[in-house]
C-alpha cells in the first residue's frame, strides 16, 4: 500500500477529525470540576490522534509514517480509557458516550490496519 500524497485524503485522519468534534461535544457538558482534569486530558489526546496522522503522513519514509501511526494508535487507547472513566463517573451522558466510543473504535481498527500494512 503506497502512502497518500496528502493526509486529508486518508479516510481515518477524516474520522479521527470528526472524533475530535465529538469529543468537544461530550466535554463541554461535563461539570466544571473537570475541566483541568478528564476534559483536557481527553481533548489533548483526541487532537493527538489526526495531528500524528498528519505528521507521519508529512514524513519522508514509511517507517516514519507507522511510527506516527503507532503513536496514534496510543493516543486512542488512552482516550478509550478516559471514555469509560466518564461513562463509569457521570452515566446521565450515555448516548455521547457510546456515540465517542464508536467513532473511536472504527478509527483504532483503520490505524491498527494501517499499522499492520505498513510493517
Do not use: H
Not at 496528502?6 to 479521527?16: A, G, I, M, R
Amino acid at each position: 500500500m503506497e502512502k497518500s500524497k496528502n493526509y486529508k485524503d486518508l479516510v481515518v485522519w477524516q474520522k479521527s477529525m470528526n472524533l475530535v468534534v465529538e469529543i468537544y461535544k461530550l466535554t463541554k457538558k461535563l461539570p466544571d470540576s473537570e475541566i483541568y482534569g478528564l476534559v483536557s486530558q481527553m481533548r489533548r489526546c483526541t487532537v493527538s490522534i489526526p495531528s500524528n496522522i498528519a505528521e507521519g503522513q508529512k514524513r519522508s519514509t514509511t517507517k516514519d509514517f507507522r511510527k506516527f501511526l503507532v503513536i496514534a494508535y496510543g493516543s486512542g487507547g488512552e482516550l478509550e480509557t478516559q471514555l469509560e472513566i466518564i461513562e463509569r463517573l457521570y452515566s446521565f451522558q450515555k448516548i455521547e458516550i457510546e456515540k465517542a466510543k464508536s467513532l473511536l473504535l472504527e478509527v483504532m481498527k483503520m490505524l491498527n490496519k494501517l499499522i499492520f500494512v505498513f510493517k
